[in-house]
C-alpha cells in the first residue's frame, strides 16, 4: 500500500543531503581513478589551481550549510497548523523572516491569513510596473 502524502508538509531535506554526498562521493572516485592526470595538471599552474580548488571546497561547504539549515524553517512550517491561529511559536523561523510579517498576528501570535498573499504580491507589481511604464513613456 502506497504512504499516505500530506500535500501541506514539506519534504525533509534529508534527500537532498544524500544526493550531495553521493555525487561527492561518486567524484572522489573520479579523482581516485584519474589521481596522475589531475596531479600532472594541478602541478601545471599550482597556485591558480589550488585557489580554485579552495573556493570550490568553500562553495561546496556553504552549499551543504544551506541545506542543513533548511532542517528547523522545515519542521517549523510542518508544524505549523492551520486550524489553529492562536499558535504559540517560541522561536520564529530565520530563513522564512520576511515571510513573518504575513503570517504574525497582532497579539504577537502566528497564524495565516485566509488572503492570498500570491494575489496582493501581483497587485503591487502590477501598480509599479504600470508606473514604471509610464515614467518610460
Same mark, same amino acid.
Do not use: H
Given at each position: 500500500?502506497?504512504? &499516505? /502524502?500530506?500535500?501541506?508538509?514539506?519534504?525533509?531535506?534529508?534527500?537532498?543531503?544524500? =544526493?550531495? /554526498?553521493?555525487?561527492?562521493? $561518486?567524484?572522489? $572516485?573520479?579523482?581516485?581513478?584519474?589521481?596522475?592526470?589531475?596531479?600532472?595538471?594541478?602541478?601545471?599552474?599550482?597556485? $591558480?589551481?589550488?585557489?580554485?580548488?579552495?573556493?570550490?571546497?568553500?562553495?561546496? !561547504?556553504?552549499?551543504? +550549510?544551506?541545506?542543513? =539549515?533548511?532542517?528547523?524553517?522545515?519542521?517549523?512550517?510542518?508544524?505549523?497548523?492551520?486550524? &489553529?491561529?492562536? $499558535?504559540?511559536?517560541? =522561536?520564529?523561523?530565520? !530563513?522564512?523572516?520576511?515571510?513573518?510579517?504575513?503570517?504574525?498576528?497582532?497579539?504577537?501570535?502566528? =497564524?495565516? +491569513?485566509? +488572503?492570498?498573499?500570491?494575489?496582493?504580491?501581483?497587485?503591487? +507589481?502590477?501598480?509599479?510596473?504600470?508606473?514604471?511604464?509610464?515614467?518610460?513613456?
Amino acid at each position: 500500500m502506497a504512504k &499516505d /502524502l500530506d500535500p501541506l508538509k514539506l519534504s525533509s531535506p534529508r534527500i537532498f543531503l544524500v =544526493r550531495m /554526498l553521493v555525487f561527492l562521493v $561518486l567524484c572522489s $572516485l573520479v579523482v581516485v581513478v584519474l589521481y596522475k592526470q589531475i596531479l600532472v595538471a594541478f602541478m601545471a599552474n599550482p597556485g $591558480l589551481n589550488g585557489l580554485i580548488i579552495s573556493v570550490m571546497v568553500i562553495g561546496v !561547504l556553504l552549499a551543504f +550549510r544551506q541545506v542543513i =539549515r533548511l532542517y528547523p524553517e522545515v519542521s517549523w512550517v510542518n508544524g505549523f497548523r492551520l486550524a &489553529d491561529p492562536g $499558535l504559540a511559536v517560541e =522561536r520564529p523561523p530565520v !530563513l522564512l523572516a520576511p515571510m513573518a510579517p504575513s503570517w504574525a498576528t497582532a497579539s504577537g501570535g502566528w =497564524r495565516f +491569513r485566509r +488572503r492570498s498573499c500570491a494575489a496582493s504580491w501581483i497587485r503591487s +507589481r502590477r501598480g509599479s510596473t504600470r508606473r514604471a511604464i509610464c515614467l518610460v513613456i
